[in-house]
């Protein structure tokens, strides 16, 4: 988590109070594109108190949920580019561009990214009742198995992916199980009747810490906090291997430097709100806030690794 630490330090000394001097006319409308309560919708209204209070204006939270994301997030597309209106959205942007045809704005050039907000790490777990204990004895087991299930929170949400790029890298053909969200998708793992899931740090650690299921691996950089003697995935054979969930920032393409300052500003001031940070931990998401540059490169980034897996495992939307 230290990377994560330190590219958050790096984005707070980026938000100069130089460059930060727009600010809003009236109220900000910040688009949820996602339907209310799950988790772009509570990172949506988390952010959006901090931030309303920095910039003088009220953030108000608009759910437009629809199409994998892609409803709100045209919303945002048609906005004009002068700070009044926000996005918080997930890995679907990044990978929406891969599975869904004729949309009515380019993923790559409608916005603007502003920052990462958080990072949700995943944990491979498997039924206590199948004999392996890390990721070389389940690669071992599973190879003399194709065609064995497993499941996910859906069909190519983090979990999927996840589970499609780690299965792609280890050579295995297990037939994927959708599920809708990945708690539906536990009881069937304690059952045994699935074979492993990619599992949110909210719906699974406590099933792991009771002894209901094993944890294998994690789907981040470095280990967490919360479970620290599971390896990640990358150091049991797999370098590079990173797949979260994760919520991030978006204002419309040709957002003034000023603006973006400001916006860029605000967020890591949301970031570091206590009552956000508590939230954060309860539900096993890391806070990040990193420069601009830096997320708008990894976005990039992640939109081609997206279009790959899809590619790869023949994903198809849902």
């Known amino acids: 988590m230290h990377n994560i630490t330190r590219r958050a330090a790096m984005g707070a000394a980026l938000a100069t109070p130089a460059l930060a001097q727009w ?43 629809g199409a994998g994301g892609s409803l709100g997030a045209a919303e945002l597309a048609r906005a004009a580019p002068d700070g009044m209106t926000v996005m918080v959205d997930a890995l679907a942007h990044t990978v929406n561009p891969a599975l869904i045809r004729n949309l009515p704005f380019d993923y790559a050039t409608a916005f603007t990214p502003i920052t990462q907000l958080a990072v949700l790490p995943q944990i491979l777990v498997v039924p206590n009742a199948l004999p392996v ?31 499609a790029l780690f299965l792609g890298r280890a050579g295995l053909n297990m037939e994927h199980v959708p599920y809708r969200g990945g708690t539906a998708a536990l009881p069937d793992v304690i059952a045994g009747n699935i074979n492993f899931v990619f599992g ?52 419309p393409a040709g957002l003034p ?24 931990e309860a539900l096993g998401a890391i806070p990040v806030g990193n420069p601009q540059p830096e997320f708008a490169a990894w976005v990039t980034a ?16 849902g």
């Open 23 to 65: 600010a809003p006319a009236r109220a900000i409308r910040l688009i949820a594109p996602y339907p209310p309560g799950g988790g772009v919708d509570t990172t949506s209204r988390l952010i959006a108190g901090p931030i309303g209070a920095l910039l003088g204006q009220p953030v108000v939270v608009e759910n437009r949920a």
């Open 133 to 163: 204990t890390d990721l070389a004895g389940f690669i071992a087991h599973f190879r003399t198995r194709p065609g064995a299930p497993y499941g996910s929170s859906g069909n190519a949400t983090a979990a999927h992916l996840a589970a």
């Open 200 to 251: 949110t740090v909210s719906s699974s650690l406590q099933l792991v810490r009771e002894g209901r299921v094993r944890a294998l691996g994690v789907t981040t950089a470095q280990r967490i906090p919360s479970l620290p003697d599971v390896p990640t995935i990358a150091e049991q054979g797999f370098p590079g291997y990173e797949l979260n969930e994760w919520n991030g920032f978006w204002a």
């Open 257 to 280: 430097a000023p603006v973006l300052a400001r916006l860029h500003e605000a967020a890591l001031h949301a970031l570091a709100d206590a009552t956000l940070r508590q939230r954060f």
């Open 302 to 317: 992640q939109r081609a690794l997206m279009a790959r897996i899809v590619r790869e495992a023949r994903i198809e939307a």
